[in-house]
Nanobody, 114 residues
C-alpha cells in the first residue's frame, strides 16, 4: 500500500496560479501512470490530467492550456501547475494511480474566488 500525500493548495484570486504536489510514499515504481483528480460536493470526481509510464499526457478539456502535469520519478512525485485559475476550478484535488488505484489521500483544497 502506498500513501498518497497531496499539498500546495490554497486560496487564490481568479487568474492566479498554484502548483500542487503529490508524493507517493512507499511506492516501488516511480514510473507508474498517475493522474490528478478533483472533486466538488454534488459532482462526480473527475480526472483532470494524467501522465502515463511512457510519457503520454492527457488533460480534460476544462483545463487544457491552463494546467500542466509533470513528474519526478526518482522522488516518486507528480505535480500540477495551474495557471489562469477560474472559480470553477475550486475543488479538492487528489492524485492516484490510473491502473492500480490506491487508497485516496486527504487531498488539497484549491479555492478560486474574489
Amino acid at each position: 500500500q502506498v500513501e498518497l500525500v497531496e499539498s500546495g493548495g490554497g486560496d487564490v484570486q481568479p487568474g492566479g496560479s498554484l502548483t500542487l504536489s503529490c508524493e507517493a510514499r512507499g511506492a516501488i515504481s516511480g514510473e507508474a501512470s498517475m493522474g490528478w483528480f478533483r472533486h466538488v460536493p454534488g459532482k462526480q470526481r473527475e480526472l483532470v490530467a494524467s501522465i502515463m509510464t511512457y510519457g503520454t499526457i492527457q488533460y480534460d478539456d476544462s483545463v487544457k492550456g491552463r494546467f500542466t502535469i509533470s513528474r519526478d520519478s526518482a522522488k516518486r512525485m507528480i505535480y500540477l501547475q495551474m495557471n489562469s485559475l477560474k472559480p470553477e476550478d475550486t475543488a479538492v484535488y487528489y492524485c492516484n494511480y490510473i491502473f492500480s488505484e490506491q487508497p485516496w489521500g486527504q487531498g488539497t483544497q484549491v479555492t478560486v474566488s474574489s
